[in-house]
Each structure stands twice: as structure tokens, then as C-alpha cells.
């Protein structure tokens, strides 16, 4: 049991979650979505600046919560920078399949991005803790509203 | 804290029986405490949030239903009388075990929520706008929303007394909110987060005195200690059955034989009329008047099994244990290096919320899960509270008259464990 915690704590996150990338709020964002987790209160807010070809050219964010939704979203802003819209949109659903789906392997994803799914593996670890899979997805479900065009999302 | 609200409380016969409170035969009581979770002995500390159940409660439900169910205020037949002398005889139970005046004053509601609604819609529809409303900062949830939606439907005004930095009641301020257009306050009797005991009998007294009535949130203070309805001069008091060990879905709402009386019905159907035409429809007289359809019938003679149970264990043997179980949870915790507790009233039940420097409840919750540990992280559905107190969340271990010292030292070691994986 205490390995199923291990995977779920492994150093990187610990580590994103205390020094969390790309906390922060960027002048030229267009875009921005809200995610709030009401189970714990958590909130994060995504910001999302697109170019003129539709790629995020930056991307940051705000908000707190627990070590596994903060680390969950310092990892997506390093690993949506330079993404269409809809490349970002497959990484997500990708992403929910690595945190839910007991033996999904990166081979399988659909966004044909292995590097960005090898960097996020370390988040597979809340498999063992379902309850905990809405705070890894929460930036996600919040970036997905940004690109939507904005406004709140929830976990529930 | 053995007797809430009243210093002027004679010990009920049998009390001086049960002092020799025995912790294990207590435990013995309640199956699910042999559970073993991630292969560790169940420690729960999550009471507050809804206590577990003896095998007299679940034995009795079990009982009604194998012999003799039947509904209520209906049939001819034996059973269905059988079940409502019962489920009537449970209104007995609850007055005697709250010092009520009369059972025609307990209304059986779902819950606290419920009774709150009820007194909210009913009591608050004679309300006009620029009528005061005075909660306080401590609230769960349950005890802001219906006044806000009342706010809204009614132009009422909603009033917030604020907390002391431990935690406690601020009489003072209190007092100062109190004006002309004040007509109810409503306050919580014990802080679901805080522990916190409210001042009740002195809140009491001041709203009387400025001509308010006065609902109190007794979900919390009723499982710790006595409570004398008659002593507090409440005029509403709400409690739910399934923190007092008893079954969900049922609790009561106590209120003075008058003010139900002139108060309009809350839901409208079946049970709660005397007689109906399409031209006009007469209610019946509280408590039925409040009590629309079919009730939780199997729930309330649950409840009155729990109530039973608590009083044979004896309520101040209960409160000496839990102020026992407090005193070492307090002292145990905070030896523990960066952590703070929330909450250090001196008038204090059996709850203690906390936070350790730079992790977040929720990771505090899923690490000592793993030790088997149970306690409640998040806002606690208190959320201007926990703006009050300047963080998202806290972790909270409620005890309850089955919990040990023994495991308090296990979520202490747990806690350990989080600082060891967090480095």
C-alpha cells in the first residue's frame, strides 16, 4: 500500500506542487478558464494566449490546492506550449484515459505526442486513488473551458 | 461541557449507574469498528460528519421490517397501528431526551437542512422586508443558504456576527447587531469545525430581550452533552439523527407549541391536512401540519434506538469521555511539528481542525487513509469560515464516544508518515 503512495507522491510532483511552473498571470492571455473543485474548495484559473494560427503560444495559471492538482497543472502549462487547439483538446482526453484507465499505455494515446504523455505518466499514480483523479484533472477540465471560451467548470 | 446551555440541570437517575464508562464494551457495540481498511484497523474520526451505528439501531430497523411494517396514520389494520404508536412514541423519546415541553412540539424532519428550510419558509414567510436575520460567522452552510434565499424572496436582511480569533462567540459584537428589526437569529450550538460551544443560553436571553426569537443548529451539541430545551428557552432547535449514531434521513425540529402553531405549512400533501376540497383545504395542527407524505417511519424508530442507547450509556459519562478524548487529541497534535489547530475555545466539543505547514488537507486525508485512518478534509461546508480563517481548507478529526486515546496516537504517527513522504 505504502508503494501505491510512493507512485502517487513520486519527487516530481512533490516537487511541482511546491514550485509550481508557470504560476502566474501573462498581460497578453486571451483567453481564460476557471476550474472549482467543490468537494475541497480547490480553484485554479488557466490562462491561455493564442496566436494568429491558433497554437497556445504561453500558457500559466493561478490558484491553489492540493499537491496534485497543483503539480497536474505545472505540468500541463509545460507541456501545452506550442499546441493547436485541438492537439491540446486530444492531449486532455489522452491524459483522463492515463489517470482512470488501469494498463493504458502511451503507445495507445491519440494525440500522438509520447513526450508529453511520458512527462505526465508521473500523475498515473492516482489510478489507485480515485477520489483524487478530479484533482489531477481540474487544470485540465479549466484549460478545456478556456478554449471553450471561458467561464467556470467543475469537477462535479 | 457535560450539560450544554444550563447550569441548572438536576443528574437524571441512572447517570451515577454509568460513570464507569468502559470504552471497549462501547466499541463492542458497534460492528463496523472490527473493519479493517487498506488492511489497518478502522480508526474513525469522522463523527462530526456522521457517526456510526450500534447494532441496537440496526437491530430494531431490522426488526420493524421482518415483523410487522406497515405505514403510518392510515390503516385499520394492526400493524399499521402497531408502527404508528411506535413511530408517535418516538416524538416522547426526543422531547424527554431534549427537555421539551410537549411531543405535539418535535417535528421530524429529514435533517438539520430540512428544519431550517421549514423555519425559514414558514416562520420567515410572516417576515417583512428590512426584518433582520442574524447567523454568525461559524456556520455550516446549511444555516447561511435558506436565509439567503429567504434574503432574496423576501427583502429580509442577513446580519453575520463575527468570531473571536479562537474560535469563540462574540457576545459583544452579538449584542451590538441586536436592533428593533432583529427577528431571528439563528446560530449554531456547536461549530462543526471550530468545536466551539456558542454561549446559547446568553445568545438566548439577548434575542428575547430584544424581542427576537431564536433557531439553533444543534446538530453538532447534541451528541457531545445534555441539552435542556426548556433551561435554553429556545424557541427552534434542530438536530439530525445520524451524527447522534442514529439512521440518516431523519432528525427533528423542536419548536414552541405557539409559534408552530400560528406558523403556515412548509410542503403540502398527504398527512399534513385535516380535510381537503378542490375549494378549500384545512391543515392539520403541528407537528402533522409540518410532515407532508409518507415519513421516514423505519428512520425515526432508528432514531429513538439511538437515543436510547446514548441515554443507557449515559450522556454525562459521554461528554466526561469525549472531554478526556479532546483533552489528549489537543495535546497529542500539537506536538506534532507545523501543525495548528483551528479553533481553542475554552467552551470546546470534541472537534479538532488542523493544517500542517505546506500540505493540503487533501493529501493529509488520502495518506493516513492508507494508515486506516478516517477524518473529514475539505471546507466542511463552512466556506465563510474558512475565508475567516484564511485557508482553502482544513483536516478535522471528530470524536465520538467510541474513539480512544489509542487512536489519537495513530493519526498522530499517520501524521508522521505525511511529513516523512513530503520530505
Not at chain 2, 270 to 288: L, Q
Amino acid at each position: 500500500m505504502q508503494d501505491a503512495l510512493r507512485d502517487l507522491y513520486q519527487e516530481v510532483i512533490l516537487d511541482h506542487g511546491r514550485h509550481p511552473r508557470n504560476h502566474r498571470h501573462p498581460p497578453d492571455a486571451n483567453r481564460e478558464g476557471r476550474g472549482y473543485n467543490p468537494l475541497c474548495g480547490d480553484q485554479v484559473t488557466i490562462y491561455l494566449e493564442t496566436d494568429a494560427e491558433g497554437r497556445i503560444a504561453d500558457v500559466a495559471f493561478e490558484g491553489r490546492g492540493c499537491a496534485i492538482s497543483i503539480a497536474s497543472a505545472s505540468l500541463m502549462t509545460e507541456v501545452l506550449r506550442g499546441k493547436t487547439e485541438a492537439e491540446a483538446r486530444r492531449l486532455f482526453r489522452d491524459f483522463h484515459r492515463l489517470c482512470t484507465e488501469d494498463g493504458f499505455a502511451v503507445e495507445q494515446a491519440e494525440a500522438g505526442d509520447p513526450d508529453a504523455l511520458e512527462r505526465l505518466q508521473v500523475l498515473a499514480g492516482v489510478r489507485e486513488f480515485p477520489v483524487r483523479v478530479k484533482c489531477a484533472t481540474l487544470a485540465w477540465h479549466a484549460m478545456s473551458s478556456a478554449l471553450d471560451g471561458g467561464g467556470q467548470t467543475t469537477t462535479e | 461541557m457535560a450539560t450544554l446551555g444550563s447550569t441548572a440541570v438536576a443528574p437524571r437517575s441512572g447517570d451515577n449507574a454509568t460513570l464507569a464508562f468502559d470504552v471497549e464494551r462501547v466499541r463492542h457495540d458497534f460492528p463496523v469498528l472490527q473493519q479493517h481498511v487498506h488492511g489497518k484497523p478502522l480508526v474513525y474520526l469522522d463523527s462530526g460528519a456522521s457517526a456510526q451505528k450500534p447494532a441496537a439501531v440496526l437491530e430494531t430497523m431490522d426488526e420493524v421490517y421482518r415483523s410487522g411494517y406497515a405505514n403510518v396514520h392510515r390503516g385499520a389494520y394492526y400493524f399499521s397501528q402497531h408502527l404508528t404508536d411506535r413511530y408517535e412514541g418516538v416524538r416522547a423519546t426526543v422531547a424527554r431526551f431534549l427537555n421539551a415541553g410537549s411531543d405535539q412540539e418535535i417535528v421530524f424532519t429529514r435533517n438539520v437542512t430540512e428544519a431550517i428550510n421549514l423555519v425559514a419558509h414558514s416562520y420567515g414567510s410572516k417576515l417583512q422586508p428590512g426584518d433582520e436575520v442574524v447567523i454568525s460567522e461559524m456556520e455550516h452552510h446549511a444555516n447561511i443558504v435558506p436565509w439567503q434565499l429567504l434574503r432574496d424572496r423576501a427583502g429580509i436582511n442577513l446580519k453575520v456576527v463575527p468570531i473571536a480569533d479562537d474560535g469563540s462567540f462574540r457576545l459583544d459584537a452579538y449584542e451590538a447587531l441586536l436592533g428593533p428589526r432583529t427577528k431571528l437569529v439563528a446560530v449554531t450550538h456547536t461549530s462543526n469545525v471550530l468545536g466551539t460551544v456558542t454561549p446559547m443560553a446568553e445568545i438566548i436571553r439577548l434575542a428575547h430581550k430584544a424581542g427576537a426569537r431564536v433557531l439553533v443548529d444543534g446538530a453538532q451539541a447534541v451528541v457531545h452533552g445534555k441539552v435542556d430545551l426548556r433551561a435554553l428557552d429556545a424557541d427552534f432547535y434542530a438536530f439530525t439523527g445520524h451524527k447522534l449514531y442514529g439512521p440518516t434521513a431523519i432528525g427533528a425540529l423542536y419548536g414552541k407549541a405557539e409559534l408552530l402553531k400560528a406558523m403556515p405549512p412548509f410542503l403540502g400533501g398527504g398527512d399534513m391536512i385535516r380535510s381537503v376540497s378542490f375549494a378549500e383545504t384545512t391543515y392539520a395542527d403541528p407537528p402533522h401540519r409540518f410532515e407532508a407524505g409518507t415519513p421516514p417511519i423505519v428512520e425515526a424508530i432508528g432514531l429513538g434506538a439511538a437515543i436510547d442507547y446514548v441515554t443507557a450509556v449515559g450522556q454525562d459519562a459521554i461528554a466526561a469521555h469525549e472531554a478526556g478524548l479532546l483533552a489528549y487529541a489537543t495535546e497529542r497534535l500539537s506536538q506534532v511539528e507545523g501543525l495548528t489547530i483551528f479553533g481553542t475555545a475554552r467552551e470546546k466539543a470534541s472537534i479538532v481542525s488542523f493544517a500542517l505547514d505546506g500540505i493540503h488537507p487533501h493529501d493529509i486525508g488520502t495518506i493516513i487513509d492508507r494508515e486506516g485512518v478516517a477524518i473529514r478534509v475539505g471546507h466542511h461546508c463552512a466556506q465563510p469560515l474558512m475565508e475567516r480563517l484564511g485557508v482553502p481548507a482544513t483536516a478535522r478529526a471528530s470524536m465520538g464516544l467510541y474513539n480512544t486515546r489509542g487512536e489519537i496516537d495513530v493519526l498522530a504517527e499517520a501524521l508522521e508518515k505525511v511529513k516523512d513522504i513530503f520530505g
